[in-house]
C-alpha cells in the first residue's frame, strides 16, 4: 500500500511538471509564431523596419524556450551531491562579489555570519546553487530596490522546536528579502515544481523546489517565512558537521581542487 501511494506521489509530481513545462513552453511557442506571422506580412508589405522587429521577437522568445528546456534537463540529471566539511562563513566571503552582481544598484547586501559559526556538511556547489537562485527570488521581489540579508548561526536540534527532526546540531543559513512577500496562497505553493508566479521566459518554477530538494538531500531542513508587503525570508538548515579534526573544512574552491 505504501508502495502505490509512493507510486501515485511519483506520477502526480510528473503530471506537474509535464503541465507546467507544456503550460510554459506553449506560451513561448505562440509568441514564435506570432511574431514569425507578422514577420511574413511585414515582408510582403515591404516594411522591412517592423519586419526586423518582429524576427527580433520571434528569436528572444526562441532563447527563452531554449533557456527553459535547458534548466528542464538540468533539474532531470541533477547531479547526485558530494558532501564535503563546508565553512559557511568563507563560502558567503567567496560569493560576495557575484552575489552583489546579481542584484541591482538600487540592492542593499548585508552579510553577517556569527564569529563562532560551526563547519556543515554539504555539497558546495549545491550550497552555491541554492543561494544563488535564493539571491535571484529575493531580488526579483525588489523591482524598486531594497535591502538583503543574508545570516548564518548554529542552532541546536532541540531548539528548532519540531519533533520529527533528528537530534543533532544545524547551521542555519538564511536569505532575507525586504520585497514584496507573499500571500498563504502562494507560499502554500512554491515547492510545487514548474510553479511560478513570474511573466512566461522570466521563471521556471524550478527554484525553489531545487533549494527544498537540497536541504533534504543534505539532511537539512528548510524553512519559509513570509509577509505580503514586507518581505520574505528563507532558512536553510544544514547538519553540522563533526569530523576528523585533520579534515579541513572548505569554501568551493578548495573543493573542487580536491576533486582534481
Ligand atoms: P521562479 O523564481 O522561477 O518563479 P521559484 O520556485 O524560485 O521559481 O519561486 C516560485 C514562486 O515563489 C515565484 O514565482 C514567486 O511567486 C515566489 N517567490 C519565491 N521567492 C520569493 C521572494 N523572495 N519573495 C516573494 N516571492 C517569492
Same mark, same amino acid.
Given at each position: ?128 546553487? +541554492?543561494? %544563488?537562485? #535564493? ?5 526579483? &521581489?525588489?523591482?524598486?530596490? $531594497?535591502? @538583503? *540579508? /543574508? ?52 521563471? +521556471?518554477? %524550478?527554484? #525553489? ?5 537540497? &536541504?533534504?538531500?543534505?539532511? $537539512?531542513? @528548510? *524553512? /519559509? ?36
Amino acid at each position: 500500500a505504501e508502495d502505490q501511494l509512493r507510486q501515485a506521489q511519483k506520477m502526480e509530481a510528473v503530471g506537474q511538471l509535464t503541465g507546467g513545462i507544456a503550460h510554459d513552453f506553449n506560451n513561448l511557442l505562440g509568441g514564435i509564431l506570432g511574431s514569425l506571422e507578422l514577420l511574413q506580412l511585414r515582408i510582403a508589405q515591404g516594411r522591412t523596419e517592423q519586419a526586423e522587429r518582429y524576427c527580433k521577437m520571434a528569436i528572444g522568445s526562441g532563447q527563452r524556450a531554449a533557456a527553459l528546456i535547458h534548466r528542464l534537463l538540468a533539474f532531470a540529471r541533477r547531479q547526485p551531491l558530494d558532501p564535503h566539511p563546508v565553512d559557511v562563513a568563507r563560502l558567503l566571503e567567496d560569493m560576495a562579489d557575484l552575489l552583489r552582481r546579481t542584484l541591482g544598484p538600487a540592492h542593499r547586501l548585508e552579510i553577517a555570519a556569527a564569529a563562532d559559526l560551526w563547519i556543515t556538511r554539504c555539497d558546495p556547489n549545491g550550497l552555491e546553487n +541554492t543561494l %544563488l537562485n #535564493l539571491v535571484i527570488n529575493a531580488r526579483d &521581489a525588489m523591482p524598486g530596490g $531594497g535591502t @538583503l *540579508r /543574508l545570516e548564518a548561526g548554529n542552532v541546536a536540534a532541540g531548539a528548532l522546536g519540531k519533533a520529527d527532526i533528528d537530534p543533532g546540531d544545524y547551521v542555519w543559513l538564511s536569505v532575507s528579502d525586504s520585497g514584496i512577500g507573499m500571500s498563504r496562497e502562494i507560499l502554500e505553493r512554491v515547492l510545487e515544481p514548474f510553479f511560478t508566479t513570474k511573466a512566461p521566459g522570466q521563471g +521556471t518554477g %524550478l527554484g #525553489l523546489p531545487m533549494v527544498y530538494g537540497f &536541504a533534504k538531500q543534505s539532511q $537539512g531542513h @528548510l *524553512r /519559509l517565512a513570509s509577509e505580503p508587503g514586507h518581505g520574505t525570508r528563507v532558512t536553510l538548515y544544514l547538519p553540522r558537521f563533526i569530523g576528523e579534526p585533520e579534515e579541513q573544512a572548505t569554501s568551493r574552491i578548495e573543493a573542487a581542487r580536491h576533486d582534481g
